[in-house]
Nanobody
């Protein structure tokens, strides 16, 4: 059983920053993350892809977050964390953010339960 666990969400004022983290466990053991995606779902809207990183390091971002969000992996040899650095946050970034290990790399889509981000003054 693979578990995907997100953390780091919270409340922030417009213009502020947050860093989300994602880690994966299988039978209590941390897994190496080769590829990952961050999605978000705002109230009343469909879930959308925010950022993705493939196993060869290719990154892609939604137009709405380009230049503000950065997806990255753990820089040390453990490679079992992936992050979403979010800067210059806007009200419209308010959503639940989900980490996904995609089927292209893992044979199955593994979703986390999400972490909420609220941007408001």
């Amino acid at each position: 059983q693979v578990q995907v666990v997100e953390s780091g969400g919270g409340w922030v004022q417009p213009g502020g920053s947050l860093t989300l983290s994602c880690t994966t466990l299988k039978s209590g053991t941390l897994l190496t993350i080769y590829a990952a995606q961050w999605h978000r779902q705002a109230p009343g809207k469909q879930r959308e892809l925010v950022a993705s990183r493939t196993s060869n390091g290719y990154e892609r971002y939604a137009d709405s977050v380009k230049g503000r969000f950065t997806i990255s992996k753990d820089p040390d040899s453990s490679q079992n964390m992936v992050y979403l650095q979010m800067n210059d946050l806007k009200d419209e970034d308010t959503a639940i953010y989900y980490c996904l290990l995609p089927r292209e790399a893992y044979g199955y889509d593994y979703w986390g339960k999400g972490t909420p981000v609220t941007v408001s003054s």
